[in-house]
Structure formats: structure tokens, C-alpha cells
């Protein structure tokens, strides 16, 4: 889901791809809207950073 601040939710399929996510997020110095149980809420640039790292997720609508 996108929002009209700029943010997007993203969720994971496994506990390992969010673990790389939150990684590469908190080393890239990211900032969070929120973080679920599988969910985060990133700016859209953070989702282009994750794809570039190659870590699967998918936009929740």
C-alpha cells in the first residue's frame, strides 16, 4: 500500500527476507513509519534499495 506521504507497507513471506530487510534498513540509516509482526512501513526509495538488494517483498494493498 502506498501512501500520499510517501511511504509504502511491505510484508515478507519468510522471517529471513525481514530480517534482511530490517537489516540493510538500519545500516542504510532508513527512517520507519512502523514496523507489524510481517509488515514495515518504509519510504518508496527504501522499497528501490531493498529491491536492489534483492530481497523479496510485496506491497500490501
Do not use: P, R
Given at each position: 500500500m502506498t501512501s500520499s506521504n510517501g511511504t509504502c507497507t511491505i510484508s515478507f513471506k519468510t522471517e529471513s527476507e525481514?530480517?534482511?530487510?530490517?537489516?540493510?534498513?538500519?545500516?542504510s540509516k532508513s527512517q520507519f513509519s512502523g514496523i507489524g509482526?510481517?509488515?514495515?512501513?518504509?519510504?518508496?526509495?527504501?522499497?528501490?534499495l531493498l529491491k536492489n538488494k534483492n530481497i523479496k517483498y510485496e506491497l500490501v494493498e
Amino acid at each position: 500500500m502506498t501512501s500520499s506521504n510517501g511511504t509504502c507497507t511491505i510484508s515478507f513471506k519468510t522471517e529471513s527476507e525481514k530480517a534482511k530487510a530490517f537489516y540493510e534498513l538500519i545500516h542504510s540509516k532508513s527512517q520507519f513509519s512502523g514496523i507489524g509482526k510481517n509488515t514495515l512501513v518504509v519510504q518508496k526509495k527504501d522499497c528501490k534499495l531493498l529491491k536492489n538488494k534483492n530481497i523479496k517483498y510485496e506491497l500490501v494493498e
